[in-house]
């Protein structure tokens, strides 16, 4: 019988029938990342006219000051003759852009990049491609940091940890139970949880979130990315991570859905909202650790730019352009204000590198 479901929602809706309810986190990896049918794989969401904007697609200056402190940091590194610089999900490619052309004054590091884009969607991959094609840079594409050869190594990665998916546990009376995508009678895709609790997790969680009263939602990445990137920077390398996330591990649902700038249902129209999830960047610190290599902050990302001189650069940029004032004046607020609508606060830098190399410019020490 013909339905009205997108062909993404029939195979989610087919897997359900199949193997039972699917975990939240493996109906965010289809919804965002499915080969044919994903958010990401069929779409090109960021900017202005896309469905959310971020970071570098505000303002030039916040891929710059990345640009300038990429050539500190490969001083801090012993200035290898060649660096591996890596992004991972560069979307249009803004941020790579305009940090190349501020690095680009440091003649020696711009001399020793290789570029590799890690880039799960072929559409924005060719997208990356067309903006790149006149970089003086040689360049490669990868689905994954695995496929990255050895060597010294700087990895830089804005809002791509939030699309990683996320899963969620409920407390319930006998423990905490996995959430769960299922199909309710009415036919309406529902979350509910899983019938049986997940073994021990509460020895899983932080000391203090143990035995937290029913209905306590906890949510968690898997440890492969962290591990991943704590192992590949652990020697000679260095990772900086900025997302929309918090500095301490807690409670609380944070999956979103946003489609046009504004907030939608996760289960409404899969595979055509963006879904993303706060970072935990106290847990991505640990893992970090535990595999060898040394987390450095989270700091917020006002104090990351201020420490880099975005107030000077800003008033730069004024001076050159005083038609555009008020527009610079805004975009200074949206990535550095503390506000609810603003980036100051609620987004986090935090840096990853091989324990001998430090301290990092604008990154504090973890206590
Ligand atoms: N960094 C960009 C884009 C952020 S959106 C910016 O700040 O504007 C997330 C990006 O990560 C997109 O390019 C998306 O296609 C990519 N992505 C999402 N999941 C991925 C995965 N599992 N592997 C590689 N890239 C991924």
Redesign the pocket.
Known sequence: MADDYSPLEREIRRLIAVAGPVPVADYM?LC??HPQYGY??TRE???ASGD??????VSQMFGELIGLWMAATWQEMGAPENVRLV?????????MLDALRAAKVAKKFYAAIVLHL????PK?QDLQRQRFADLDVPMWWH??LAEIPDGPIMIV????I???PVHQAVKQADGWHERVVAVADDGALVMRTAADALPNFDATLPRELRDSPDGSIYEWRSDTVAFDIGRRVRNDGVALI?DYGHARQGLGETLQAVADHSFADPLQAPGET?LTAHVDFATLAISADIIGARSHGPVSQRDFLKRLGIDKRAAALKASRPDKSEAIDAALARLTGTGPNEMGALFKVLAIADPKIGPLPALQERR
């Open positions: 990896r965002l990342t990401y794989t969401p960021i900017g959310f904007i971020t970071a570098p697609e992004e991972l999900g560069p979307g249009r490619g803004t941020m890690v880039e799960i969607s924005l689905a994954s990665a804005n809002e791509f939030d699309a990683l900025v963006d």
